[in-house]
């Protein structure tokens, strides 16, 4: 995530916010959207079958059904990739109408090249699926960083040569590295054989990830909506929101990508061997684990926007006016985040027990509510801050849906999730006070001291008052980070988590 961050920098630092940010944004969604509407409900299907084969005995039959998704993926997401290399020009004029000219053919150009990350991130997909199902979570967690630090080194070394479109050579390469890592354990253990398109697991297959396709045309439209109402903002401000996403989106991948890849298989694997009630017992684990997290994170990073935001991008390109605008939706973006990683663990507990269709079509709901909302801000001149809350309003509707969906299916009853949220929500409020405070404090410090004295504070107070709530949950986290033999000294206690 370092490295990550680091490609962030260098990106902030070579062209701030303005027309250059805004076209590489604009170009960026629509691999992305295809991706997401093609790959994100991938693993949901492929590792409880894949794990269903291994369970019964049918080893050959499960990696005869990898290579298969395998050449399949493949194939499907190169032609993919040439039709939209080929109309980008059409693309970007239906998804972003505001653009100007200028706008309009940077953005283009840099939608040809990107379009070709998506086979490479295509077979990643299928590989880490499989590498997670076996327990085996190191490089699929290794490769983005690898491929960040070439990302950093094209963007760094290319910028003043090439300017803006060395964003998507970048992120062209960075995708070529990741696959090749992932890939190559799976590729060495090999398949012997491949199903015919006409079998029956095939065909199982195939229905199980046609609802997700389908559906997910709607539920994974949300970015691009929000191009395309962004598309006639003022130059900046379509980056102000990019950023500030970003910034969230290293929270999400921080927190919620452990959570979401170890939760999975095990849930799976509980749900094959003690059905309903295995299942809840993971899943209530893993709004634990969650919401322990993530609400600490949304509220102390919230106080803390403003220097966090000028500790990781201002300088270069990146001004302090421009710090003040991304501060502004960050809070917001964090509350998204939330949402998201207990959307995570609601919606695989529902994956698991072969429903492919409530969500999505839950899902298809929330963005219509997005675009909705998102319209009647916009025409209250609401700007990018008002595109970013129809966001946080649209993943709170579809949580809290999903929530009574598993309440009335007796895994986790809704009294359980609002119990978890005031337990572990009391100490983060009681943190974020002591934050805020410091924050008042040090005002005339350097934002590099505000942000490490004030954070450093709240977390720690954050995690002596879990300690005395919840000691257990305290030791599955130092457990998580293998810090609990440092940290804490005696036997072991058994809990129930």
Not at 46 to 65: H, K, N, T, Y
Request: aromatic fraction near 8%; charge should be positive; hydrophobic fraction near 55%.
């Amino acid at each position: 995530m370092l490295l990550g961050l680091g490609s962030q920098l260098v990106a902030a630092w070579a062209f701030g916010a303005g027309l250059d940010m805004d076209s590489y944004l604009t170009a960026q969604v629509i691999p992305t959207y295809a991706q997401a509407v093609l790959l994100g409900g991938l693993a949901f299907v492929l590792i409880p079958l894949f794990v269903s084969q291994q369970s019964e005995g049918r080893e050959a039959d499960a990696w005869a059904l990898v290579g298969t998704v395998f050449y399949l993926v493949a194939a499907i997401l190169i032609g993919l990739s040439l039709v939209g290399a080929i109309a980008a020009h059409s693309i970007i004029a239906i998804t972003a109408p505001g653009l100007s000219p200028e706008k309009a053919e940077l953005s283009a150009s840099m939608l040809r090249i990107l379009m070709f990350t998506l086979p490479f991130v295509g077979v990643a997909g299928v590989a880490s699926s499989i590498e997670n199902s076996l327990g085996r979570f190191f490089l699929p967690a290794f490769a983005p960083g690898v491929g960040a630090l070439v990302n950093m080194a094209v963007v760094g070394l290319g910028y003043r040569q090439l300017g803006v479109v060395v964003l998507a050579w970048g992120a062209v390469s960075a995708s070529i590295l990741q696959a090749t890592i992932v890939v190559r354990p799976v590729w060495r253990h090999g398949w012997t054989r491949l199903l015919p398109l006409g079998d029956d697991r095939l065909r199982r297959f195939g229905r199980l990830v046609a609802p997700l396709v389908i559906f997910g045309l709607l539920t994974r439209v949300t970015p691009v909506l929000e191009r395309y109402f962004a598309s006639d903002l003022p130059d900046g401000e379509l980056s102000f929101l990019g950023y500030a996403s970003k910034i969230a989106g290293i929270v999400l991948a921080i927190l919620g990508a452990g959570i979401a890849a170890a939760i999975l298989p095990q849930m799976a694997r509980n749900y094959a061997l003690r059905k309903r009630d295995g299942l809840a017992q993971t899943t209530v684990l893993g709004l634990r684990l969650t919401l322990v997290v993530s609400l600490p994170v949304l509220v102390i990073l919230s106080l803390s926007k403003v220097p966090l935001v000028q500790v990781l991008f201002e300088r270069g390109a990146f001004t302090p006016v421009t710090s003040q605008a991304v501060s502004r939706a960050v809070p917001l973006f964090l509350g998204v985040v939330v949402f998201q990683m207990v959307c995570n663990v609601l919606t695989r507990a529902i994956y698991v027990e072969g429903d492919t269709i409530t969500v999505p079509v839950l899902a298809s709901a929330a963005s219509l509510l997005y675009l909705l909302v998102a319209s009647l801000l916009m025409q209250g001149n609401a700007g990018y801050v008002g595109l970013a809350a129809a966001q946080v309003i649209q993943w709170g509707v579809l949580t809290s849906v999903l929530a009574v969906v598993l309440s009335r299916r007796h895994i986790v009853p809704i009294k359980t999730l609002l119990g978890l949220m005031g337990k572990y929500g009391l100490p983060a409020i009681i943190s974020g006070v002591i934050t805020y405070w410091l924050i008042g404090e040090l005002d005339t410090a350097s934002p590099l001291v505000v942000l490490v004295v004030s954070t450093l504070a709240g977390f720690l107070a954050y995690i002596l008052l879990i300690g005395v709530l919840d000691r257990p949950m305290l030791l599955h986290l130092l457990d998580a980070v293998n810090m609990r033999k440092h940290a804490l000294s005696g036997p072991r206690r058994p809990d129930s988590g």
